[in-house]
């Protein structure tokens, strides 16, 4: 992969979001991290699991592909996103595949350049009912621009931060002794996942990674996230979710890579192999 794109290089006149995160949350978590992937192969295994995933999404979206995105390799690409996978269905249903296409070939149009990133989801969003069912379409717009330009678009899921719910793994590892019962009055806007990228690198960094940094800081926000189910474990957690067998199941569960990762050197996402080609592992 290349380099992030700073958050100088993509934005002008814009105020620098401040974010108050907590130094010894944010250990906590990356120490958990390490310690859960050491049955896997280590964290390195773990974010070659989120490499491949974006190399999916960038055969079938990237580089003049979407010409020939069709509703099948649509249905291939949803496994891969948590919050949007158990709705698809009814979505397609509902919307029809032409509108949907037609929504995705507009929100990858002119991408590389990710400046108006934050109006570039919104008309996406308002392509289709503005109501709570359908607000999964955010995740759907963010998890495309993410996994096909990862060096320009940070992962923007609601999961990750929402200012609406005031809910997200930023709330997780924010600094303050009752979190819980304050607002935290930071937008869901392209500019603060920037700022929230580059000072998880930084923190990252700190810690003794250098490469990948990318996918580093999505495995960091999926761990805060599956940490924040396993204390909750409220009926609807289980219900998207599922058991809380496994230490990493909600952490990989969330990023879209629930892989069951043993002696076979590829990853199993919702019973299909993924082994070193994408485009016939999931065939």
């Not at 379409?137 to 990862?150: F, G, K, Q, T």
């Amino acid at each position: 992969m290349g380099h992030i794109v700073p958050l100088q290089a993509t934005l002008q006149n814009s105020t620098r979001p401040t974010l108050d995160l907590s130094g010894p949350k944010l250990r906590a978590a990356f120490e958990a991290l390490v310690r859960a992937s050491e049955a896997i192969g280590g964290i390195e295994r773990f974010a070659e699991g989120l490499k491949l995933k974006s190399q999916v999404f960038q055969e079938r979206l990237g580089d003049g592909q979407i010409h020939q995105f069709d509703q099948a390799r649509f249905a291939e690409i949803v496994p891969l996103m948590a919050t949007v996978r158990r709705r698809a269905g009814t979505f397609l249903a509902e919307q029809g595949w032409l509108q949907i296409r037609s929504a995705i070939v507009a929100l990858l149009d002119d991408a590389a350049r990710p400046a108006t990133a934050s109006q570039r989801v919104a008309a996406f969003c308002d392509a289709f009912p503005k109501t709570k069912a359908h607000r999964f379409i955010r995740d759907l717009a963010s998890e495309i621009l993410h996994n096909v330009l990862p060096e320009h678009y940070p992962l923007m899921t609601r999961w990750v931060w929402d200012t609406k719910t005031n809910s997200g793994a930023l709330r997780e590892i924010w600094h303050g002794d009752n979190v819980d019962q304050m607002v935290i009055d930071v937008p869901d806007d392209y500019e603060m996942f920037l700022v929230l990228r580059e000072e998880l690198s930084q923190f990252l960094s700190e810690n003794g990674l250098f490469r990948d940094m990318i996918w580093y800081v999505d495995l960091l926000l999926g761990q805060v996230y599956g940490d924040y189910i396993n204390a909750q474990g409220g009926a609807w957690l289980k219900t998207d979710f599922g058991s809380d067998s496994d230490p990493l199941e909600h952490t990989r569960r969330i990023l879209g890579v629930d892989a069951r990762i043993a002696k076979h050197p590829g990853f199993e996402i919702d019973g299909t192999v993924i082994g070193s080609e994408p485009t016939k592992r999931l065939n």
